[in-house]
């Protein structure tokens, strides 16, 4: 699975919205981008995943770039809720890594009232 | 909406005891997963589990633990003698088809004290 690189911590204002990126520029054609967040110590929990078109839910919005090589998680209204450690994971559809999760440092957002 | 259950959300143990965490996937599913994180440090890949046999397992999934689905339901990671360096937060998780598509979803978690 392909490496992700994100920033150790970022701020948000609660209100605002939450731009997270990750760099995946070694991603190959049928690795999916996911992002899972965990908050205190609790199980990480799924928030989108995506493989070239851009993505949405009612947690976030995700673009992925056209050459793939990153993305950006988007929160439109970051809440105090919100504040958590926020990770990007590449996953390779046509491996056999049985679904295996590789998570690595993510991202902690801290949202400030 | 359907969760992943574990229990206990907090055991504690001695040194060289077996421990036994319990984890309810979600009914559908088919693959299941144990993950562990040590304070302050990443979270790990144990082992992966379909049609009750393992189908994949880290260099940390070692003979000292090992994993069992003993009525269809349940899905358990024993660990047989446990060291003070077990001490963690267990994940299990589950998933409902082969496909990299099909998300994973994951329990709260027990966390693991060997004094």
């Known amino acids: 699975d392909a490496k992700t690189t994100q920033p150790p911590s970022m701020d948000c204002a609660e209100g605002r919205a939450a731009n997270l990126p990750c760099n995946h520029s070694?991603?190959?054609?049928?690795?999916?981008v996911y992002w899972y967040r965990q908050i205190h110590s609790q199980g990480p929990q799924y928030i989108i995943h995506?493989?070239?078109n851009n993505e949405t839910n009612e947690m976030a919005s995700l673009i992925i770039t056209e050459d793939r090589k990153s993305s950006t998680l988007i929160l439109p209204h970051a809440t105090l809720r919100d504040t958590a450690v926020y990770y990007c994971?590449?996953?390779?559809?046509?491996?056999?890594?049985?679904?295996?999760?590789?998570f690595g440092q993510g991202t902690i957002l801290t949202v400030h009232p | 909406e359907p969760e992943v259950t574990q229990t206990p959300s907090h055991q504690v143990t001695q040194m060289g005891q077996e421990v036994i965490l319990r984890c309810v996937p979600i009914?559908?599913?088919?693959?299941f997963y144990w993950y562990r994180q040590i304070l302050g440090q990443k979270v790990e890949f144990l082992v992966s589990?379909?049609?009750?046999?393992?189908?994949?397992k880290s260099e940390i999934f070692d003979d000292q633990f090992s994993v069992e689905r003993p009525d269809g339901s349940n899905f358990t990671l024993k660990i047989r003698s446990t060291k003070l360096e077990d001490s963690a937060m267990y994940f299990c998780?589950?998933?409902?088809?082969?496909?990299?598509?099909?998300?994973?979803?994951f329990g709260p978690g027990t966390r693991l004290l060997v004094l």
């Open positions: 998780a589950s998933r409902q088809l082969r496909g990299v598509q099909e998300t994973q979803y």
């Open positions: 070694t991603i190959s054609g049928n690795e999916y």
């Open positions: 995506g493989l070239k």
């Open positions: 994971i590449a996953v390779n559809a046509g491996g056999t890594s049985y679904g295996k999760l590789t």
């Open positions: 009914s559908n599913h088919l693959y």
């Open positions: 589990f379909y049609n009750n046999e393992i189908s994949e």
